[in-house]
């Protein structure tokens, strides 16, 4: 804990003394509850909670083997982006995130996130071990944020984010706080946002060509789960923007930009990695279309104009089922027993 004259060892504890979500400290009061929006955050993701038991991938080992090489080739680069993703999320969450939102309710919802982090970094072990049975191209697997450029290069662009403000123990200037302010979005906007839901088509394209259920059934569990962390990064960035607003101007605007065009292209050449053998179906032409609509949403979600005005060329990722919708609170089990392939339901907002 670090001492300043402004907050003596860091902690502020008195329930009247009020501070900025920003400011540094350990806050630990909870009543009166500042921020009582993260405290019903934390309490949502709860009702979203699953174990990896309940997904059966299993069921999907004979759909790879009857997949086509260039189908295979996309497969195995997909696992391969999982297999350490949600890990880098989590390494961030924890040496940067956790720290400097300074709200207890708002570290009781990281908390939960980190949870969830560690249930798909699970899952993703799960995925790797029942689908690469073969042990020296499971390390490979492991390996690919070294060894395959395409995943290396947005390895490299989360590793760079992360580096961008490790060095940061408090929040003390307007530069602190803007930098803190891009590796939040850059975490919720380009990496969970962007790099996440454009694994996710692939794994839905396969589904909408009855392929996989297994992954995709588990993949909707996850998809849930990266809705809810990105909702609360945006909602922090909300906060802060009423709290701060001066922090918000064109520069920072453009740098927003500036990284999720990065990611949109780190984006699409892992596509292209994917789908250079030619996968029927699935265009690079229609994914770059698609993250480019994606990243559109990210902004409008900051409050930023889009930058591609590109649409959505894929039908299979807009499907709503209502059914699933309306049980999306209600923890209904049933719905996401293995075999069963109802969408997934997509908020217009994500
Ligand atoms: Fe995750
Ligand atoms: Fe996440």
Wanted: with cysteine; hydrophobic share 45%.
């Amino acid at each position: 804990m670090t001492t300043s004259p402004e907050s003596p060892a860091g902690i502020r504890t008195g329930a009247g003394e009020r501070h900025l979500l920003l400011d540094p400290g350990m806050d630990l009061t909870l009543r009166p509850m500042r921020y009582p929006r993260f405290f019903d955050r934390f309490k949502d993701a709860i009702k979203n909670t699953w174990s990896v038991e309940e997904v059966d991938l299993h069921s999907d080992l004979a759909d790879l083997a009857k997949l086509s090489p260039a189908e295979q080739h996309l497969v195995s680069r997909l696992v391969a982006f999982f297999a350490t993703g949600d890990t880098i999320v989590a390494n961030n969450l924890v040496l940067n995130l956790y720290q400097h939102v300074n709200s207890p309710e708002g570290r009781l919802y990281l908390s939960r996130q980190l949870f969830e982090e560690a249930v798909h970094v699970q899952f993703y072990l799960n995925l790797l071990d029942t689908y690469v049975p073969d042990e020296k191209e499971r390390f490979e697997a492991f390996a690919a944020v070294e060894n395959i450029p395409s995943i290396a290069r947005k390895a490299e662009f989360c590793f760079r984010w992360i580096d961008s403000v490790f060095e940061l123990r408090e929040l003390r200037t307007r530069d602190d706080r803007r930098a803190f302010l891009l590796n939040l979005i850059c975490f919720a906007a380009c990496i969970e946002g962007l790099f996440f839901y454009g694994a996710f088509a692939y794994v839905y394209f396969l589904r909408s060509r009855g392929l996989l259920h297994g992954l995709a059934s588990g993949t909707n569990w996850v998809f849930r789960d990266e809705s809810m962390h990105m909702a609360f990064a945006f909602d922090v960035v909300d906060t802060v923007r009423a709290e701060e607003p001066d922090l918000f101007d064109a520069e920072m605007e453009q740098q927003v930009k500036d990284m999720l065009a990065e990611a949109v292209e780190c984006e699409v050449q892992f596509a292209a990695d994917l789908l250079d053998q030619g996968v029927s179906g699935m265009s690079l032409a229609q994914m770059r279309e698609y993250l480019q609509h994606v990243a559109d949403r990210r902004l409008a979600m900051l409050g930023i104009e889009p930058m591609y005005g590109s649409g959505n060329p894929f039908a299979f990722m807009e499907l709503q089922d209502v059914q699933e919708l309306s049980n999306f609170f209600e923890r209904r089990v049933s719905a996401y027993q293995v075999g069963v392939t109802g969408s997934v339901s997509f908020d217009d907002d994500f």
